[in-house]
């Protein structure tokens, strides 16, 4: 596979090219860049998936709900649907994709959309639910809208400085366009990262001249759906994990640390199960010889798949900053507050 990446590189001269020249062309005012009166905070990444903007726009829901009226646009990835959709209680995944579903049921004081036009999205946001500030959910590349803050995201162990261009990497746009970047934050960090660690990616960093901030994923101490137990317990159980998630190598190891027990069915990122492999998990689960057992799956998964599979459980994450959390806090309210109407 790597070698096959590599003899597409001239593919991404290319493609690094038509990139440059439209990124150039926006920030010159050829292609339109529309601003809108209110916060609008953009989280997004350079490279295609795995990041972790999903529990990043939860961190802000959590931070910003309490205290002014939020919403969050999405495009609703792999939706059935079109156009402008404000999330509702009737909704599948199908209708508005995966993660705003699962913002919308575990946040009832926000307001979900999705639309594929981000610009007629802002707009409708604003004419329907007077929002005080808009959080959009993976749309670094989106240079249609002018985000008043944006956050880029970069995992820790695949940083976008050691990445290249698709096809041969995996960067949506050159490493450059982290200059349009507010705040980085390196995602996905081990909970006993070291200064020296720390000190190193700084280094890489540095050029471009922000502010770097590092975060871990937290595992919920619960197991959520239809079997509520303590992680504690979990390891008296035979599991059959299911995942449909770009990178799920930190949650096996996570609970590897837990001495769970587990079979691991690996699906791609936002993948629609069919009624046939939905059918497959039920008998690989049926032929588990133990009298406790159950389904895990990922809190993106769940929202997908619950409806077809009742006896279906799930961990819940957060994202946890190591060090300066109130200093991150802290830079986005004072934005918020320097560009409210």
Do not use: W
């Not at 495009?75 to 919308?104: I, M």
């Not at 200059?179 to 200064?195: A, E, F, L």
């Amino acid at each position: 596979m790597k070698l096959v990446r590599f003899l597409l590189f001239p593919f991404a001269i290319l493609y690094d090219l038509i990139t440059t020249i439209r990124n150039i062309f926006f920030d010159v005012g050829i292609f339109k860049s529309t601003s809108f009166k209110i916060p609008v905070i953009v989280v997004g990444n350079l490279s295609v998936g795995g990041t972790g903007k999903t529990p990043q726009i939860e961190y802000l829901i959590r931070l910003l709900k309490n205290t002014y009226n939020v919403s969050v646009l999405s495009r609703g990835y792999k939706r059935k649907t079109k156009g402008f959709v404000l999330v509702n209680k009737n909704h599948s995944a199908n209708d508005v994709g995966d993660e705003p579903l699962q913002y919308f049921k575990k946040y009832t004081a926000i307001n979900v959309a999705v639309d594929e036009n981000r610009v007629e999205g802002i707009n409708n946001l604003i004419s329907k639910k007077l929002p005080e500030v808009i959080l959009l959910d993976d749309a670094y590349q989106h240079r249609k809208v002018k985000g008043s803050f944006y956050v880029l995201l970069t995992k820790f162990d695949d940083l976008f400085t050691d990445d290249y261009l698709l096809p041969t990497g995996n960067l949506r746009e050159s490493r450059a366009g982290a200059k349009r970047c507010d705040i980085i934050v390196v995602t996905k960090c081990p909970s006993n990262i070291n200064d020296s660690q720390k000190d190193a990616i700084k280094l890489k960093l540095q050029k471009y001249n922000k502010e770097v901030f590092f975060t871990t994923i937290s595992y919920a101490d619960r197991i959520s759906g239809s079997e509520e137990i303590s992680l504690n317990t979990l390891k008296d159980f035979e599991v059959l994990l299911i995942t449909g998630i770009a990178n799920p190598k930190p949650l096996l190891e996570f609970l590897r640390t837990k001495n769970i027990n587990f079979m691991h069915l690996k699906y791609g990122d936002h993948h629609e199960f069919s009624s046939k492999e939905i059918v497959e998990i039920k008998q690989k689960f049926n032929r588990i010889n133990s009298d406790k057992k159950l389904i895990l799956t990922t809190e993106k998964d769940y929202t997908r798949i619950s409806n077809k599979i009742k006896a279906l459980s799930f961990l819940e994450i957060e994202t946890t900053f190591i060090e300066n959390k109130n200093k991150f806090d802290a830079l986005i309210k004072a934005h918020i507050q320097q560009n409210r109407c």
